[in-house]
């Protein structure tokens, strides 16, 4: 069964930081590309970022370029984001998402998504 | 960037009605459009992707239509377990998503 569980989040302050992990299990980790998408409470679905097959290409969102880093160890089968400078509107639900199997790589179509892990930016 | 949006925000139907839900894409995405379902409390599931083709073990009451910037996803016999909110999706580049339509048992 494919697998991916987020953890890592929780309550920081404004301007700190904080890394998310996303372990997969159930599939070749290293054959897909990997993405970070974002809820905020009561909103929509915002995607943050994404990362090729073996980390050596990534991309970001506008909202999160320069602060934001999206990094991955396929030995590990894990996903990370790293996020800095926190501001207040950054707080939201963080999913880490595959990559669809039904699209050939280099999609931005996610499935399966994780539970998800709940980042609070507040003083 | 390409803007997309959603029609109804919101509706409210029996068990059993047919339901449609529009999205519209700012400008042409041929039919790289998908479909996200969202119960209350869960995590997205894909639908449907390529405007039409049904996710593995998806009912057939959910069907989709459309290319080029205007799509609709159809319940054809809305069930309580369909209560949730559905969210479209340009995808293969600058990934974005609709509002949302959050959809309600009468």
């Known amino acids: 069964e494919v697998q991916l569980v987020e953890s890592g989040g929780g309550l920081v302050q404004p301007g700190g930081s904080l890394r998310l992990s996303c372990a997969a299990s159930?599939?070749?980790?290293?054959?897909?590309?990997m993405h970070w998408v974002r809820q905020a409470p009561g909103k929509g679905l915002v995607w943050v970022s994404r990362?090729?097959?073996?980390?050596?290409?990534?991309t970001y969102a506008d909202s999160v370029k320069g602060r934001f880093t999206i990094s991955r160890d396929n030995a590990k089968n894990t996903l990370y984001l790293q996020m800095n400078s926190l501001r207040d509107e950054d707080t939201a639900v963080y999913y880490c998402a595959r990559d669809s199997a039904n699209c050939g790589g280099d999609c931005y179509l996610f499935d399966p998504w994780g539970q998800g892990t709940l980042v609070t930016v507040s003083s | 960037d390409i803007q997309m949006t959603q029609s109804p925000s919101s509706l409210s139907a029996s068990v059993g009605d047919r339901v449609t839900i529009t999205c519209r894409a700012s400008q042409g995405i041929r039919n790289y459009l998908a479909w996200y379902q969202q119960k209350p409390g869960k995590v997205p599931k894909l639908l449907m992707y390529a405007a039409s083709t049904l996710q593995s073990g998806v009912p057939s009451r959910f069907s989709g239509s459309g290319s080029g910037t205007d799509f609709t996803l159809t319940i054809s016999s809305l069930q309580p377990e369909d209560v949730a909110t559905y969210y479209c999706q340009k995808y293969k580049s600058d990934p974005t998503f609709g509002p949302g339509t959050k959809v309600d048992i009468k």
């Open positions: 159930g599939f070749t980790f290293s054959n897909y590309w």
């Open positions: 990362t090729n097959t073996d980390g050596s290409s990534t």
